[in-house]
Nanobody
Framework: QVQLVESGGGLVQAGGSMRLSCAAS??????MGWFRQAPGEEREFVAAIAWSGGSTDYADSVKGRFTISRDIAKNTMYLQMNSLKAEDTAVYYC??????????????????WGQGTQVAVSS
């Protein structure tokens, strides 16, 4: 059984920064990602990282502002968010897959999900 535990959400002013963490336990994972969901909206892809090779993928809306990374020794993934905007406000979820070591933007391919952490950006 895989457990994903997010931390680091909260309230920040527009233009500020925040770092989210996702600690994984239970089994070896091949790829992880961050998704977000605003009220009344569908869950959308933010960023993903292949666990062993470290290749990354970003949604256009966050490219150049957000950075995804992982610490293999700690089995933890991070999302550094800079230049935050009001439209970044959402519940952020971390997700993981064990089957393939490639990133993917479709939430359906990720088998494991965290409980979500709220990020609120005030304008």
């Amino acid at each position: 059984q895989v457990q994903l535990v997010e931390s680091g959400g909260g309230l920040v002013q527009a233009g500020g920064s925040m770092r989210l963490s996702c600690a994984a336990s239970g089994r070896t994972l091949n790829a992880m990602g961050w998704f977000r969901q605003a009220p009344g909206e569908e869950r959308e892809f933010v960023a993903a990282i292949a666990w062993s090779g470290g290749s990354t993928d970003y949604a256009d809306s966050v490219k150049g502002r957000f950075t995804i990374s992982r610490d293999i020794a700690k089995n933890t993934m991070y999302l550094q968010m800079n230049s935050l905007k009001a439209e970044d406000t959402a519940v952020y979820y971390c997700a993981a897959r064990a089957a393939y070591a490639v990133t993917d933007r479709a939430p359906g391919v990720y088998k494991y999900w965290g409980q979500g952490t709220q990020v609120a950006v005030s304008s």
